[in-house]
């Protein structure tokens, strides 16, 4: 299950973070997951505990928001959103696009605790 790995990166990612904001603990995660990414939500969200216990995150909660999939049209310049299956320009219905969003796995938020001194100096 490739997903515990990417789980295990991600929290690679949310510790240095943490860490470099001396948080005490993370409350949240919202990541944002397009479509053509390859990586499937509801696994991704059963492989989070394994990956989280013992760290920083544990107890955090694991949000998901899907990245709409858009392309740019290279006949007729236009952006606009697409289906996974069918990246047609919206605007003239050419095929000949680029993808520009929809295949991406983005770490968008987090919410921490920090110590009381921490967030005087932030």
């Keep these: 299950m490739h997903e515990l790995s990417i789980c295990m990166s991600l929290l690679d990612q949310v510790e240095r973070i943490a860490?470099?904001?001396?948080?005490?603990?993370v409350e949240r995660i919202l990541l944002r997951i397009g479509p053509l990414s390859g990586v499937?939500?509801?696994?991704?969200?059963?492989?989070?505990?394994?990956?989280?216990a013992g760290t920083i995150a544990e107890h955090a909660q694991l949000d998901i928001e899907p990245a709409p999939v858009r392309v740019q049209c290279l006949d007729c310049s236009a952006e606009t959103e697409a289906t996974p299956n069918r990246l047609l320009c919206a605007s003239c219905g050419s095929y000949h696009t680029k993808l520009i969003s929809g295949d991406e796995m983005l770490l968008a938020s987090l919410e921490m605790s920090l110590p009381e001194d921490a967030s005087e100096t932030l």
Excluded: I, S, T, V
């Design 40 to 52: 499937e939500a509801p696994l991704l969200m059963n492989a989070y505990p394994l990956a989280a």
């Design 19 to 25: 860490k470099e904001h001396r948080a005490e603990r």
